[in-house]
């Protein structure tokens, strides 16, 4: 239990911090404005495609995985330049506790952004288009929620590790902001690598496959990416080991 409670006094301490702080304020802006689109404009743009076509969910992985660049950006760096980094790792506080408390705090905040904009789109999208009501199926909800905490639990695995050794927040801001264009673009080059009869039957089954089915899968998918990066964070994350200045 010990290591839970540490846990959850690095994720407050971080929330608080970020609450406070003027990155917050911007932070707390980008999320607004993600807010407003994939709340508000995206599911008007697609109308019942929204829901009904499996292929949305990759918005629903990749914005999550962008915005939480700019939360853990300073999760070490910015210790680092206010000078706080020292002082944190000199609690009783174990790395792993640090280190997880850190990456669920970043997690959580823009999870429960991206959770409200499911509502929200489905409010915009039945107030919007008629013939409705347009819901997804509980199945779908859920997947929908999954596959957006694993692509910010990417987002944030990475940005720890970046964020471990950017010489600033601006220095990490940068890496992982470009780090975010190629996880976007990546998958379209890595198909043309592929097989023509796979490429067709991933385009097919992302045109008219399950939604359900793909949010899940590309949940795991994600999740399954994060584990081994997590995993060098952990090993990095240790005291005499991490850059003071």
Known sequence: MSFFHDV?????????????SDSGWVTL????????????????????????????????????????TTVTSDSVAGERERRTLETLLATRLSDAAILWGKWLACVVWVWVAMALCLPMGLLTLNLMVDGGPYLPSV???????AVSFAGAGLGAAAGVLVSLRAESVRHAQQVLAIGALIFAFLPIGMLKLLPKGWTTQIFQSLAYGSPTRIAWLAAASLLLVSLPILLVAQLRFQRGRIPLK
């Open 8 to 20: 959850w006094v690095v994720l407050s301490k971080e929330w608080t911090e970020l609450r406070s």
């Open 29 to 68: 802006t980008t999320l607004g404005a993600f807010l407003a689109i994939v709340g508000v404009f995206v599911p008007w743009q697609l109308g019942t495609a929204w829901v009904t076509a499996p292929w949305p969910v990759l918005i629903w992985a990749w914005i999550p995985l962008f915005i939480v």
């Open 139 to 145: 199945g779908q909800a859920f997947g929908i929620l």
